[in-house]
T-cell receptor, first 109, second 116 residues
Framework: SQQGEEDPQALSIQEGENATMNCSYKTSINNLQWYRQNSGRGLVHLILIRSNEREKHSGRLRVTLDTSKKSSSLLITASRAADTASYFCATDLNSKLTFGKGITLSVRP | DADVTQTPRNRITKTGKRIMLECSQTKGHDRMYWYRQDPGLGLRLIYYSFDVKDINKGEISDGYSVSRQAQAKFSLSLESAIPNQTALYFC???????????????FGSGTQLSVL
């Protein structure tokens, strides 16, 4: 069964705007990761946040984790057309990574 | 050259045929995984291997088998393919680093399999 569940399922924004994607999960985790997939290609790791961390930054990416609410959010600032892709959250428990169904992000030029 | 290479990239086969998907990696990672991706369902784990002598079933292993021929090679077989195994299949590797928690996965480009 899916552990992570992303919200919204699809998001369309204008270039330059910020994109916020959310992920909720059901059980305890070791860490939570976000991946990106460009149209049918392999997934690429974006960022990892451990269960004892609350916020992490990497370039234009900011991820937060609230273990009490079992939720995470990924913020992409100043979006670009090239950010158009599907984004997946994945939860790590006991060295097994479980993926959500993904969010489709469209950034309009 | 890609660090995680999957062959073939595309495959069309008929119901009942045996088919093997291959994965090789040059990252030197001990851990390897097979996932399948279906539209609207995300990725689901089929099998995983933490070293050459270790094979574990994932969430949806029925109808599949695997072989870990070497640290660098992990193949997925469909003994008798059926249409609902039509999907995009991904191989991935990881290096656990310190501790038992998994670290990030590195994915191949995928194999699109169609079973008619």
């Amino acid at each position: 069964s899916q552990q992570g569940e992303e919200d919204p399922q699809a998001l369309s924004i204008q270039e330059g705007e910020n994109a916020t994607m959310n992920c909720s999960y059901k059980t305890s985790i070791n860490n939570l990761q976000w991946y990106r997939q460009n149209s049918g290609r392999g997934l690429v790791h974006l960022i990892l946040i451990r269960s004892n961390e609350r916020e992490k930054h990497s370039g234009r990416l900011r991820v937060t984790l609230d273990t009490s609410k079992k939720s995470s959010s990924l913020l992409i600032t100043a979006s670009r057309a090239a950010d158009t892709a599907s984004y997946f959250c994945a939860t790590d428990l006991n060295s097994k990574l479980t993926f959500g169904k993904g969010i489709t992000l469209s950034v309009r030029p | 050259d890609a660090d995680v290479t999957q062959t073939p990239r595309n495959r069309i086969t008929k119901t009942g045929k045996r088919i093997m998907l291959e994965c090789s990696q040059t990252k030197g990672h001990d851990r390897m995984y097979w996932y399948r991706q279906d539209p609207g369902l995300g990725l689901r784990l089929i099998y995983y291997s933490f070293d050459v002598k270790d094979i574990n079933k994932g969430e949806i292993s029925d109808g599949y088998s695997v072989s870990r021929q070497a640290q660098a090679k992990f193949s997925l077989s469909l003994e008798s393919a059926i249409p609902n195994q039509t999907a995009l299949y991904f191989c991935a590797t990881s290096d656990p680093g310190t501790g038992t928690s998994n670290e990030k996965l590195f994915f191949g480009s995928g194999t699109q399999l169609s079973v008619l």
